[in-house]
T-cell receptor, first 113, second 115 residues
């Protein structure tokens, strides 16, 4: 059974600092997704990573995937308050006919002025 | 594009009442699913469907029924609401991951309170 773990679950940081959120998963997969959720809102797709070594960047956020290590990272550069949200990673188990994604627990990120 | 549309956005029920949360998608996605989100629990899969006429249970199916008569619609039924079903419910859909990115698209959510 595929398990997905995010670390840390809570992160409070200052504006201008850099930090990384980690997403580990337990079985082979080469498809991973990152989502953002603002309080009281739905989940918004941030990044789609579809192969080993994939790297995607959008503004101050950069996501990467290492399928050999079964690890994805979401790096925040020079954080700003607007990035405060909960971030989820989700992994595709890559099983024939099994289309459901498995989500991590989420990382609640708070960026303080 | 409308994407994934859920109704209602808010609902208050009394214990024992029944109701249906509606979900429709206009992206011709084969896969549809229902999640519930509770504080500190992340997203938990209730039921899912890989195509019209095909449904299966997720992680927390008890107390919920689904059906998939068309590709577009995937309603979630609460047969006899309980306070433990107070939650935010999200419907989501994705295309076949063999032919596209497999990205999951979410509806806006339905906030349900059971008194």
């Amino acid at each position: 059974e595929l398990k997905v773990e995010q670390n840390p679950l809570f992160l409070s940081m200052q504006e201008g600092k850099n930090y990384t959120i980690y997403c580990n998963y337990s079985t082979t997969s080469d498809r991973l997704y990152w989502y953002r959720q603002d309080p009281g809102k739905s989940l918004e797709s941030l990044f789609v990573l579809l192969s080993n070594g994939a790297v995607k960047q959008e503004g101050r956020l950069m996501a990467s995937l290492d399928t050999k290590a079964r690890l994805s990272t979401l790096h925040i550069t020079a954080a700003v308050h607007d990035l405060s949200a909960t971030y989820f990673c989700a992994v595709d188990p890559n099983l024939q006919g099994a289309q459901k994604l498995v989500f991590g627990q989420g990382t609640r990120l708070t960026i303080n002025p | 594009n409308a994407g994934v549309t859920q109704t209602p956005k808010f609902q208050v029920l009394k214990t024992g009442q029944s109701m249906t949360l509606q979900c429709a998608q206009d992206m011709n996605h084969e896969y549809m699913s229902w999640y519930r989100q509770d504080p500190g629990m992340g997203l938990r899969l209730i039921h899912y469907s890989v195509g019209a006429g095909i449904t299966d249970q997720g992680e927390v199916p008890n107390g919920y029924n689904v059906s998939r008569s068309t590709t577009e619609d995937f309603p979630l039924r609460l047969l006899s609401a309980a306070p433990s079903q107070t939650s935010v419910y999200f419907c989501a859909s994705r295309g076949n991951s063999a032919t596209n990115t497999g990205e999951l698209f979410f509806g806006e959510g339905s906030r349900l309170t059971v008194l």
